[in-house]
């Protein structure tokens, strides 16, 4: 099931999702916001869990997590 939304955005985003559009990057304008929301939504809950991760400690087998996934770069999200 899906929601139809109204959107208002600058020019210049609306022309690169045209751009991905015209270049078969992505079918469609509400793919790219769909995919820009999923990506945004899987950052949120990393940073939440890497929150949870870097107040209660304790983990040994995961130490070093938090610091290495706040500088990791999730190229597969571009």
């Given at each position: ?23 078969d990057?992505?079918?469609s ?7 820009a ?9 990393a ?20 610091p ?6 999730l190229?597969?999200?571009?």
């Amino acid at each position: 099931m899906s929601k139809q939304i109204t959107v208002r955005l600058p020019d210049e985003l609306v022309d690169f999702m045209d751009e991905l559009v015209a270049s078969d990057r992505a079918t469609s304008r509400a793919s790219v916001v769909a995919r820009a929301m999923e990506r945004e939504r899987r950052r949120e809950l990393a940073a939440r869990d890497v929150a949870i991760l870097a107040e209660r400690g304790g983990y040994p087998d995961l130490e070093g997590l938090a610091p290495a996934a706040a500088v990791t770069v999730l190229s597969d999200l571009d």
